[in-house]
């Protein structure tokens, strides 16, 4: 829009006057409201709660107006948290953040990831999940029963909405990486049947892994995530059995990786290991790895660095696979 000389003018007496006393500057950037549409997993209590007696909280770390750092921990009730695009082009996205199977946050690496994907287009589905540690019977399996649950009702909503439920993707970051893979390898559901959602399959068309935790075992474990997942002292087996790069990947979805070199919580030889993992299985598979970013960079803190490409990256591999497609007009 062009302004007019006398606009001009207006628009900078307006600039140079004073701000009413009490209200933020008017350069002072605000957080977006976060979308108040969210799903139940579960219609009644999640299964194996009979010993957990933690409390909910969410924790915000952020000082800063212009943006949430969140994370929730001791979650009972998981929830997914739906970000709906203004002109949808079919497209599901179920994203799952990080937080060392502490805690998941709730921002970086999800409400923030999403609105770039939402704002391509994409509907998508931030998951609140269940700790391990927290007394759930099925112990390190808890929170993949959530991510199985979730994306069986993100495909079930697809269908409800209109979308396309063959194009239902899952994107993972650090220890959420670590659960998108799961769920991207694994075949059998590790819950009872709930109802008409769990007909549905809970495999990802397209799998994401924002650097992931990926290996439990050896000297680019993140101990962390270990601990949280299997206790402080796991079996070899439970090492074997919960490391992605030893999990059957036969069949799997395409996979994208992305992990940066400069990653001292999560070393990058676990996105390495884990596409030799894919290889082998024949998965297509593509790998980017940025020479700056560290570990949990998300969207917000790359900018300028060389890992902030990641999500265009992203949508032209989706795009190759036919993932993304016209926006509607409605």
Same mark, same amino acid.
């Given at each position: 829009?062009?302004?007019?000389?006398?606009?001009?003018?207006?628009?900078?007496?307006?600039?140079?006057?004073?701000?009413?006393?009490?209200?933020?500057?008017?350069?002072?950037?605000?957080?977006?409201?976060?979308?108040?549409?969210?799903?139940?997993?579960?219609?009644?209590?999640?299964?194996?709660?009979?010993?957990?007696?933690?409390?909910?909280?969410?924790?915000?770390?952020?000082?800063?107006?212009?943006?949430?750092?969140?994370?929730?921990?001791?979650?009972?009730?998981?929830?997914?948290?739906?970000?709906?695009?203004?002109?949808?082009?079919?497209?599901?996205?179920?994203?799952?953040?990080?937080?060392?199977?502490?805690?998941?946050?709730?921002?970086?690496? @999800? +409400? &923030?990831? #999403? !609105?770039?994907?939402?704002?391509?287009?994409?509907?998508?589905?931030? *998951?609140?999940?269940? /700790?391990? $540690?927290?007394?759930?019977?099925?112990?390190?399996?808890?929170?993949?029963?959530?991510?199985?649950?979730?994306?069986?009702?993100?495909?079930?909503?697809?269908?409800?909405? @209109? +979308? &396309?439920? #063959? !194009?239902?993707?899952?994107?993972?970051?650090?220890?959420?990486?670590? *659960?998108?893979?799961? /769920?991207? $390898?694994?075949?059998?559901?590790v819950?009872?049947?709930?109802?008409?959602?769990?007909?549905?399959?809970?495999?990802?068309?397209?799998?994401?892994?924002?650097?992931?935790?990926?290996?439990?075992?050896?000297p680019?474990?993140?101990?962390?995530?270990?601990?949280?997942?299997?206790?402080p002292?796991?079996?070899?087996?439970?090492?074997?059995?919960?490391?992605?790069?030893?999990?059957?990947?036969?069949?799997?979805?395409?996979?994208?990786?992305?992990?940066?070199l400069?990653?001292?919580?999560?070393?990058?030889?676990?996105?390495?290991?884990?596409?030799?993992?894919?290889?082998?299985?024949?998965?297509?598979?593509?790998?980017?790895?940025?020479e700056?970013?560290?570990?949990?960079?998300?969207?917000?803190?790359?900018?300028?660095?060389?890992?902030?490409?990641?999500?265009?990256?992203v949508?032209?591999?989706?795009?190759?696979?036919?993932?993304?497609?016209?926006?509607?007009?409605?």
């Amino acid at each position: 829009m062009l302004l007019n000389r006398r606009g001009a003018l207006g628009l900078a007496a307006l600039a140079a006057a004073p701000k009413p006393s009490g209200l933020p500057p008017a350069s002072q950037a605000m957080a977006p409201p976060d979308p108040t549409e969210t799903i139940r997993l579960w219609a009644g209590a999640a299964p194996g709660g009979e010993t957990v007696t933690v409390t909910p909280r969410v924790v915000e770390r952020s000082t800063d107006p212009a943006f949430h750092d969140r994370f929730a921990q001791y979650t009972t009730d998981p929830i997914l948290t739906v970000l709906r695009p203004e002109r949808p082009n079919g497209a599901s996205l179920l994203l799952i953040p990080g937080g060392g199977y502490r805690w998941a946050v709730v921002d970086k690496e @999800g +409400l &923030d990831c #999403a !609105r770039p994907f939402a704002a391509a287009g994409v509907t998508c589905f931030i *998951l609140r999940y269940r /700790l391990p $540690a927290d007394g759930w019977a099925a112990g390190p399996a808890a929170p993949l029963q959530d991510a199985q649950r979730a994306l069986r009702l993100v495909r079930q909503r697809a269908i409800a909405d @209109g +979308l &396309d439920p #063959a !194009r239902v993707a899952v994107l993972g970051a650090s220890a959420g990486g670590h *659960l998108a893979g799961a /769920l991207t $390898a694994s075949k059998d559901a590790v819950y009872e049947t709930v109802d008409g959602a769990d007909a549905l399959s809970f495999r990802p068309d397209l799998s994401i892994l924002m650097y992931p935790v990926a290996t439990m075992d050896g000297p680019f474990a993140h101990a962390g995530s270990r601990e949280h997942l299997l206790g402080p002292d796991p079996s070899p087996e439970a090492l074997a059995r919960w490391s992605l790069e030893r999990m059957d990947w036969t069949g799997a979805p395409p996979t994208f990786l992305l992990h940066a070199l400069d990653d001292m919580s999560v070393p990058a030889e676990n996105s390495v290991q884990l596409l030799g993992a894919l290889r082998a299985a024949g998965v297509k598979a593509e790998a980017h790895l940025f020479e700056e970013g560290g570990h949990g960079f998300g969207v917000r803190l790359i900018a300028g660095k060389p890992a902030s490409v990641w999500p265009d990256l992203v949508h032209a591999w989706a795009a190759r696979r036919g993932w993304t497609g016209r926006v509607s007009e409605t």
